[in-house]
């Protein structure tokens, strides 16, 4: 690969635990994602003896009794030939989906209900509504299984499929068929244009609660001046809140982290047992001899599970909650002709003291469990339990 190629390529962690903020903030999980300007892989080349393709398109174009929309087929053969690289993380995106995939790496949802979405056992579920959102005044709740979309039933689907069913014009309605405790819901929602930042935060006495949704180009900056306002405040105790975050950019992730530790790695890249690549924090330490406690639960992923990782490994941290997604590959995101992208597995990566937590996640110091019925009874006994410490 090039220089120029290399400079081209927009380095993030991002998950594909898709958390769906009424719509397509996924991505789930490290994702690091890199957008290409050019379709290269640095690593190997090769061609395809595509003669049997050609041969079945031939025959399906002389005796199919119809139109054929050849967009679709060649769209359709891409696809197939991703997915049977048998990796849940590798995939192939059409010019739509490829836009909207970009717009979630921003936070710009456009139309959607206003909900976040993960899988817990195979099906796509509600995480939560968000408050005064679409979803919750329609009366989706926390743990809603989400069987249909429009009619479509949404089994085999991944999430990001889900979440671009329910995505649409604001304005529009989706229509929702969730299962809640063995009965069926049959729930329409009304789509809006929905607003999600990246990061929040709140003083409650000496506490700071620091909640980061996504690792997005502006998250580093507004952490930071949150921290130097807790600083101001007088704040001895922070509680960094990472729940349902699926990741971003790695210069985000390297900059949070630096709130924290003073250039330490955060994590490494290797190929087979090669590093490939170290990744340290950046930034002055604000919080560097403040006590902290992390929240993280299964839809914490990639960035997410680098920064909880790394602040306990470094004991800068303790963490409560429930284990996290287990995204411990990496991804790359390549262009490809007509819009369309490719996002592929190139590497793996590790905690400073060499884990990959890939599939087994990163279990808390003091695991609490959030239930749907506490959600939906506005209870966060994991924050609690955060506070009490």
């Known amino acids: 690969m090039t220089k120029k190629e290399k400079a081209g390529r927009r380095r993030l962690i991002w998950s594909g635990v898709a958390i769906a903020v009424a719509s397509f903030i996924a ?13 290269a892989f640095s690593h190997q ?15 399906l174009k002389q005796n199919y009794d119809g139109p054929l929309d050849e967009k679709a087929l060649i ?3 891409s696809r197939g030939l991703v997915a ?4 849940q993380h590798t995939v192939y995106m059409d010019a739509k989906e490829a836009a909207e995939f970009t717009k979630s790496l921003n936070g710009s ?7 976040e979405i993960g899988t817990r056992d195979g099906h796509a579920v509600i995480i939560r509504p968000l408050a005064q959102s679409p979803a919750e005044k329609a009366g989706v709740q926390a743990g809603d299984i989400i069987a249909k979309v429009n009619d479509e039933s949404t089994a085999g689907w991944t999430v990001d499929q889900v979440v671009a069913k329910i995505r649409g014009e604001a304005g529009t309605t989706v229509k929702l068929q969730l299962l809640r405790g063995g009965e069926e819901k049959l729930i329409s929602v009304t789509r809006q244009e929905i607003t999600a930042p990246a990061v929040e935060s709140r003083i409650e006495g000496t506490t700071g609660i620091l909640t980061v949704r996504r690792f997005a180009d502006d998250t580093a900056a507004a952490a930071r001046r949150a921290a130097e306002g807790f600083q101001s405040a007088g704040v001895t105790k922070v509680i960094l809140d990472l729940r349902g975050n699926p990741g971003g950019t790695v210069a985000s992730a390297q900059a949070l982290a630096g709130l924290w530790l003073k250039q330490q ?12 690549q170290t990744v340290q924090s950046v930034g002055k330490p604000l919080f560097e001899h403040t006590k902290t406690v992390v929240l993280i639960n299964n839809g914490s992923a990639s960035a997410s599970e680098i920064i909880a990782g790394a602040l306990k490994e470094h004991g800068k941290a303790t963490l ?10 990496v991804q790359v995101v390549i262009g490809l002709a007509g819009g369309a992208q490719l ?33 939906n009874a506005g209870r966060d006994t994991q924050l609690e339990k955060a506070k009490s410490l």
């Open 27 to 39: 991505g789930t999980q490290i994702d690091r994602i890199m957008a290409v300007v050019a379709p």
């Open 45 to 59: 080349s090769g061609t395809l003896d595509l003669a049997s393709v050609q041969q079945t398109y031939q025959q």
């Open 75 to 77: 769209n359709g053969a």
């Open 84 to 87: 049977a690289a048998g990796d």
């Open 109 to 115: 949802i456009g139309g959607g209900i206003g909900a």
């Open 265 to 276: 790695t955060i994590m490494t890249e290797r190929r087979g047992t090669q590093i490939t």
């Open 320 to 329: 409560v909650g429930e284990k996290s997604y287990g995204k411990g590959s």
């Open 343 to 375: 996002k592929v597995t190139e590497a793996r990566w590790y905690t400073p003291k060499g884990k990959n937590i890939d599939k087994s996640g990163i279990q808390p110091d003091e695991t609490v469990t959030l239930t749907a019925e506490d959600t």
